[in-house]
Nanobody, 114 residues
């Protein structure tokens, strides 16, 4: 099982960024998928989950209305569109199978700063 997140970078407050996650080694379309993050010096935080068909996504209150999770089962890809970024969104972002933190692979760093 491999999960590799990418697309992070430095963005100004109020800006947007889209993260991607490439999945391999398992039947991607058979599992709900999630995004989570870990800010420096803090524990991990679940952000969003999407079911196998891409319907009925759920979000943490901290990102609801700003972030959008989506998936492309044909490409085994998971996405996170992030708008209205805030300094407190600075973290390493990971994709996970269901909400299992232990399944995370390589994360991508998002830094929100002016």
């Amino acid at each position: 099982v491999q999960l590799q997140a990418f697309g992070g970078g430095l963005v100004q407050p109020g800006g947007s960024l889209t993260l991607s996650c490439a999945a391999s080694g398992f039947s991607f379309d058979a599992f709900a998928m999630s995004w989570a993050r870990q800010a420096p010096g803090k524990g991990h935080e679940w952000l969003a989950t999407i079911d196998t068909g891409g319907d009925s996504p759920t979000y943490a209150d901290s990102v609801k209305g700003r972030f959008t999770i989506s998936r492309d089962n044909a490409k085994s890809m998971l996405y996170l569109q992030m708008n209205g970024l805030k300094p407190e969104d600075t973290a390493v972002y990971y994709c996970t199978i269901r909400t299992a933190w232990g399944t995370r692979g390589q994360g991508t760093l998002v830094t929100v700063s002016s």
